[in-house]
T-cell receptor, first 110, second 112 residues
């Protein structure tokens, strides 16, 4: 069965600090995505990738970087965390069809 | 940029009554539509996928697509309290390298 693992499950960060959210998939999928979820906004696309060593900007990329060093791993990096980045972050992988989601990372920036 | 909107924002139905959720999208060339369900900020599970105009049924869940009207709907037959969750519509453009965009969701409550 499809498996997408996110780490950490939750994190508290300080304003201005660096945060890295990690995602690992064992599905052999080419496509990987990072979304954030805020109440009332559904899922908003931050960055995505359809091949290793390449990333694409989504709809809300400001303040975020992404890294896809291998097919299996996709990281989301907040160089200078801000209060507005408090949210739940979901990673997903796909063959170009159904998305398979991780369990999410709850990030709180204080 | 694809815009996806869902209505209503929240919906309460009685157990056994039909529940109907709506989703509109802006890119008329979109050809890949899915409905996902999310229980309490947990992971999402796909319910039904539809790629051409008409109807697609998966158990108690039926999706209807009308691309001319930029509209896709989800109907839940005989909903149960365990169906109480947030339902999200996802739309992808024709190119597989287009990432899926989601609506804000409909929060469904099913009363016993």
């Amino acid at each position: 069965e499809a498996a997408v693992t996110q780490s950490p499950r939750s994190k508290v960060a300080v304003t201005g600090g660096k945060v890295t959210l990690s995602c690992h998939q064992t599905n052999n999928h080419d496509y990987m995505y990072w979304y954030r979820q805020d109440t009332g906004h559904g899922l908003r696309l931050i960055h995505y990738s359809y091949v290793a060593d390449s990333t694409e900007k989504g709809d809300i990329p400001d303040g975020y970087k992404a890294s896809r060093p291998s097919q299996e791993n996709f990281s989301l990096i907040l160089e200078l965390a801000s209060l507005s980045q408090t949210a739940v972050y979901f990673c997903a992988s796909s063959t170009g069809k159904t998305l398979y989601f991780g369990s999410g990372t709850r990030l709180t920036v204080l | 940029q694809q815009k996806v909107q869902q209505s209503p924002e929240s919906l309460t139905v009685s157990e056994g009554a039909m529940a109907s959720l709506n989703c509109t999208f802006s890119d008329g060339t979109s050809n890949n539509f899915r409905w996902y369900r999310q229980h309490s900020a947990k992971g999402l599970e796909v319910l039904v996928s539809i790629f051409s105009d008409g109807e697609k049924e998966e158990g108690r869940f039926t999706a209807h697509l009308n691309r001319a009207n930029l509209h896709v709907s989800l109907h839940i037959r005989e909903p149960q309290p365990s169906d109480s969750a947030v339902y999200l519509c996802a739309v992808r453009g024709r190119n597989n390298n287009n990432a899926p965009r989601f609506g804000a969701g409909t929060k469904l409550s099913v009363k016993p």
